[in-house]
């Protein structure tokens, strides 16, 4: 038998699995951003009373007497709400977390049987490249997120993997079969595996800049009207833009290699290493866009939301390559299994 069926379709019920669990750690995570406004809110009233109170406390000791005529006294910070707006929070946050870890262990559980159901390292369709990509994605999220707890990120990346997933889950979905004999070689999960974890970390670092231009747009403190109540539970930008730039680092070699190591590859198949390829040309337009963003955050001149721009871009291609090219244009990188 080419295929065990029955691990396939363990993979399948896993991976939807991971997708029901994603959801519903989104919607944990959405009440743990709602409960923030409050505690944000009350944190800076907190501060701003404290200001007042030290104001106040000055002119009095200027003035030498015992009130300041025409000063409002700052209105009293209410500590046990705020901690227990805080406690709640924090739950909020755990369960957010917990959920996360449980899909991604599913999220890889569903890679590895797929790669036992298919009898072959699990990247030889466009769903598998997605099902990887995802599950990288996820998992550096997870292990970031945990260990600088910042949890206000979480809704804006867990949305859009489960509008990929569940893309991928409909309209890429393929079942488990033997890839073409182009692609019967152990380059496969040497070639492909560099470019899907180079392109998930880029996804990741894309994001970030998008955050990080909504922060700029929105200076904490400074929030006004809709777009400011979304970016009230986010980091700082230079936190952000820290953020995205170290993915970025981590992005440019990884995928550089991926397209290197798939060069070698295609002169050992077709006896060239570059045929400018759809795949091949968007692969190489996107890494030249990570690297021109590394160039502009690192020159002087340059102001660090204009390079995020860059990166932005890379994102987009990154999402035409893996659909639009991957689906619609043909070449020898054809092999989605969609058309």
């Known amino acids: 038998m080419l295929v ?5 379709d363990l993979s399948d019920l896993l ?3 991971a997708f029901v669990i994603y959801i519903v ?18 944190r800076r009233h907190k501060e701003a009373a404290t200001k007042a109170i030290a ?3 000055v002119a009095v000791g200027a003035g030498g007497g015992s009130e300041v005529v025409g000063e409002d006294p700052p209105a009293v910070f209410d500590q046990e709400e705020y901690d227990h707006n805080v406690r709640i929070a924090r739950k909020w946050a755990g369960m957010t977390q917990a959920l996360v870890w449980l899909g991604v262990l599913l999220h890889i559980a569903a890679v590895v049987t797929r ?3 298919a ?12 099902l990887m990509m995802t599950m990288v994605i996820m998992l550096v999220v997870a292990v970031v997120i945990q260990n600088k707890r910042w949890y206000s990120i979480y809704p804006w990346l867990l949305a859009p993997m ?6 991928n889950s409909t309209v890429f979905y393929l079942q488990a079969a033997p890839v073409m004999p182009a692609l019967q070689s152990y380059w496969l999960p040497v070639h492909v595996s560099a470019a899907s974890v180079g392109a998930s970390i880029g996804i990741i670092s894309g994001i970030f800049c998008l955050l990080y231009l909504l922060r700029m747009w929105q200076p904490r403190g400074q929030e006004r009207g809709f777009f400011g109540m979304l970016a009230k539970p986010l980091p700082t930008a230079k936190t ?6 170290k993915t970025a680092i981590v992005t440019l070699p990884l995928f550089g290699i991926g397209i290197l190591l798939g060069a070698i590859w295609a002169e050992a198949a077709w006896g060239r290493p570059w045929g400018w390829d759809a795949k091949e040309t968007v692969s190489l337009i996107t890494w030249i866009l990570y690297a021109a963003y590394l160039h502009a955050r690192a020159t002087a001149g340059w102001k660090n939301s204009k390079a995020a721009w860059i990166n932005v871009f890379a994102l987009a291609v990154t999402i035409f390559n893996m659909t639009y090219v991957n689906n619609v244009i043909a070449g020898l990188h054809s092999y989605a299994g969609l058309n």
Request: glycine share 8%; charged share 15%; proline share 2%.
């Open 25 to 42: 750690g989104l919607l944990m995570s959405c009440m743990y951003y709602g409960r923030m406004f409050s505690v944000i809110d009350m």
């Open 240 to 245: 952000l833009d820290q953020l995205a730039y």
């Open 55 to 57: 104001s106040q406390k």
């Open 15 to 17: 991976f939807r699995t």
């Open 119 to 130: 009898k072959r390292f699990p990247l030889g369709n466009l769903y598998e490249y997605v």
């Open 162 to 167: 489960i509008v990929a997933m569940y893309l």
């Open 4 to 8: 065990n069926t029955s691990m396939a």
């Open 115 to 117: 790669g036992f159901g």
